[in-house]
């Protein structure tokens, strides 16, 4: 089974810009995950879908959205970047959501913001 | 305060040694995840347990959930274990600690 993969892997963009970060899950997988991890801050949960519904939020102003489709693949936008969005952004997809079931984490995208 | 936390901050053991790394939380829950991060940023996840006791070759995780508290263990520790351990915490958000960073000394 193939894993969760997350595209691109690296990215450099400039202050004011916005971004897209794809996430493919596992197949069968229904809930797709979203976490930035930074070393100041560590990892922080951003968003939760489950079947094309956001499900949960985490405590991310509105610059940072997201999205499921029907196949699952699921993408976050974050719009008029700041230095302080540089970061690791990672997903995780599980077979129903956070709670109960068992996190599959992709590779990551390396997000660098000039 | 913090929702999730996690004791020691950083951890140097000599190979055969065994580990303790330690984690409580404030938010009700119905399960605490333990995950493994690599240098490269590559996150496993280890256990999801909801109460008791797992046990996955030389780790084992144990949680109390009335006391709100659970525990990782590692027995014989290797070099190969150095790495980051993050509990994490479902609830209305997903609660993380702020990593366990284990280096196994041959």
């Known amino acids: 089974k193939a894993g969760v993969t997350q595209t691109p892997r690296y990215l450099i963009k400039t202050r004011g810009q916005q971004v897209t970060l794809s996430c493919s899950p596992i197949s069968g997988h229904r809930s797709v995950s979203w976490y930035q991890q930074t070393p100041g801050q560590g990892l922080q949960f951003l968003f939760e879908y489950f079947s094309e519904t956001q499900r949960n939020k985490g405590n991310f102003p509105g610059r940072f959205s997201g999205r499921q489709f029907s196949n699952s693949r699921s993408e976050m936008n974050v719009s008029t970047l700041e230095l302080g969005d540089s970061a690791l952004y990672l997903c995780?997809?599980?077979?129903?959501?956070?709670?109960?079931?068992?996190?599959?984490f992709g590779p990551g995208t390396r997000l660098t913001v000039t | 305060k913090n929702e999730v936390e996690q004791s020691p901050q950083n951890l140097t053991a000599q190979e055969g040694e065994f580990i303790t790394i330690n984690c409580s939380y404030s938010v009700g829950i119905s399960a605490l995840h333990w995950l493994q991060q690599h240098p490269g940023g590559g996150i496993v996840s280890l256990f999801m347990l909801s109460s008791g006791k797992k046990k996955h070759g030389r780790l084992i995780a144990t949680i109390n959930i009335q006391e709100k508290h659970s525990s990782l263990h590692i027995t014989a520790s290797h070099p190969r274990d150095s790495a980051v351990y993050i509990c994490a915490v479902p609830g209305n958000q997903f609660y993380f600690g702020t990593g366990t960073s284990l280096t196994v000394i041959p």
């Open positions: 995780a997809s599980s077979l129903a959501g956070t709670a109960l079931w068992e996190q599959y």
